[in-house]
């Protein structure tokens, strides 16, 4: 890989314009200006160092694949240059094959082939990894979790943090939540505390503000709510709303078996402040068409919704989830506060400028939303890895959620 290549794929990323291409925005031009080196000119001042470590859209590949089309890739092709290639991909299965000219070596202690297999089944993954067929996974089922952390002959844990939060976003702009004392009161009367505890057993935590700990503009000092009925009570009542007879709507993704749970306990809640609550589970776009109904009285009073950056950012959450929109696509509070869309454009000129500004100046409007109630901020999710004794250096860095380096993955010795 060389500056060629850096310059040949951001250019076809951006000239496409499909996807997450948007984080190239700021770019003007790209040249290179050495073997390996590349200048950015930027239209104005943008994190060039976080946009090209992003996620999505950042990928460089070999210029030989440059005229590849999506249907090449798909059928298990590769042109990229890290330590494994794709020697198959077929059905519920990808073989990953060493390269063995990889710039950085192999040791004997190193796997040369690494398959991923995707089994449904929590059961299943939990046998697969007792009877040493499988040697890491994740996403398990609480009981299968439990029974796993406890066979410490076989295999170890691993909690991580993630950049990824659940929130649930309350319709502002029609009754009763266009009401921020009434907001306030949807806050205190959600079971923050069982949700974590219960509900997800502890493999998250509260949230603190829009954005998740871990990333720079997190910040604990800002209003974090707790669930207290009696508060919740006071907040009904200063709303003035009348409940009598009052049904509310949650929309939430089919399969996430966990919003169920806790969208029940909140449902038993509210019941306590003479408010129904109607749980409604949806595919994701159906549920996005009527989050998007241009008639807010069309809309859900709520939504569940988990978010993560394109890149390690906070100008994810507040660009995208935050910012006004004439047409909704995903500030789905629908929040329209001209003030906080100024404080935003500056937060994000300063990132590169003055940081430390940009933080004081995400901190505000992070409090200011708490107040304002617009968002009921649930938890941060971490994700536990079932790993075999047999091997080490299984890490998992949030800002590429779920991907695991297997070149760093060695047999212990």
């Not at 094959?97 to 004997?108: C, L, M, N, P």
């Amino acid at each position: 890989m060389n500056a060629e290549a850096v310059v040949a794929y951001i250019q076809r990323t951006i000239n496409m314009g499909l996807g997450a291409a948007f984080i190239w925005d700021p770019v003007e031009s790209i040249e290179a200006t050495g073997e390996y080196e590349v200048t950015f000119t930027c239209r104005y001042a943008a994190p060039v160092d976080l946009i090209a470590s992003a996620g999505y859209a950042a990928y460089i590949m070999s210029p030989n694949v440059i005229d590849k089309d999506t249907e090449w890739f798909n059928e298990g092709n590769d042109g990229g240059s890290g330590p494994y290639m794709i020697s198959k991909a077929s059905g519920d299965t990808v073989i990953l094959a060493a390269y063995e000219d990889y710039r950085g070596g192999w040791t004997e202690d190193q796997f040369p082939n690494v398959i991923v297999k995707e089994v449904a089944e929590s059961s299943s993954r939990r046998q697969l990894l007792e009877t040493g067929e499988a040697q890491l996974s994740s996403e398990f089922s609480s009981t299968d979790l439990n029974a796993l952390k406890e066979e410490t002959d076989k295999v170890y844990a691993y909690q991580v943090s993630t950049f990824n939060n659940v929130m649930i976003f309350l319709n502002s702009e029609s009754a009763p939540c266009n009401n921020a004392d009434f907001r306030r009161a949807m806050q205190y009367a959600f079971p923050f505390e069982e949700t974590v505890n219960g509900v997800l057993e502890g493999n998250a935590k509260q949230s603190v503000g829009l954005v998740p700990e871990g990333l720079w503009s997190h910040d604990d000092s800002i209003l974090q709510y707790h669930c207290d009925l009696d508060k919740a009570q006071e907040y009904l009542d200063k709303s003035g709303v009348d409940v009598n007879g009052l049904t509310l709507s949650v929309t939430y993704m089919n399969g996430y078996d966990e919003y169920a749970s806790f969208l029940q306990l909140y449902q038993s809640n509210l019941k306590k402040l003479g408010i129904n609550l109607e749980l409604r589970s949806m595919e994701w776009d159906e549920q996005w068409a009527e989050a998007q109904s241009p008639n807010a009285d069309e809309r859900q009073d709520m939504t569940v919704m988990i978010w993560w950056p394109d890149y390690a950012s906070p100008l994810s959450w507040f660009d995208t989830l935050i910012r006004s929109e004439d047409t909704i696509v995903y500030n789905l509070a629908y929040i329209k506060d001209a003030e906080l869309d100024a404080m935003m454009e500056e937060a994000a000129t300063l990132t590169v400028t003055d940081r430390d500004q940009a933080i004081e100046i995400y901190r505000q409007v992070q409090q200011k939303l708490a107040e304002e109630a617009y968002i009921i901020n649930m938890y941060d999710q971490t994700r536990t890895y079932i790993i075999s004794n047999e091997i080490t250096g299984v890490d998992e860095n949030p800002a590429y959620s779920t991907a695991v380096q297997y070149y760093n993955v060695t047999r212990k010795n």
